[in-house]
């Protein structure tokens, strides 16, 4: 089971933190991810980290801005966002995934946690 935490209204250029509880089994073995969800749009992959080597990916329109890590002892990852946009504005997932190829689907994921970028 997976459950996300942290979403939150922000301001634009603000920065939120975001937090993904894994309970059950240990996210050391699996390759972990976040995507997102706005309105009336496609899911889109964020972030990946690859249980094979620890490398981190993310989407270009977040890369520079955004910092995925995790802490295998706490059975934990996050997703540290800065320079927020509105158009970061989604609900946030948290998920586990074969490998970080985009089209990869996600295996399990949580219930999701808002964020909204709005002044």
């Known amino acids: 089971q997976l459950a996300e935490s942290g979403g939150d209204l922000v301001q634009p250029g603000g920065s939120l933190g975001l937090s993904c509880a894994a309970s059950g089994f240990s996210l050391e073995q699996y390759t972990i991810a976040w995507f997102r969800q706005a309105p009336g749009k496609e899911r889109e992959g964020v972030s990946c980290?690859?249980?094979?080597?620890?490398?981190?990916y993310y989407r270009h329109s977040v890369k520079g801005r955004f910092t995925m890590s995790r802490d295998t002892a706490k059975n934990m990852f996050y997703l540290q966002m800065t320079s927020l946009t509105p158009e970061d504005t989604a609900v946030y997932y948290c998920a586990t995934k074969w490998d970080c190829t985009w089209s990869t689907p996600y295996d399990y994921w949580g219930q999701g946690t808002q964020v909204t970028v709005s002044s």
């Open positions: 980290i690859s249980s094979t080597d620890g490398s981190a």
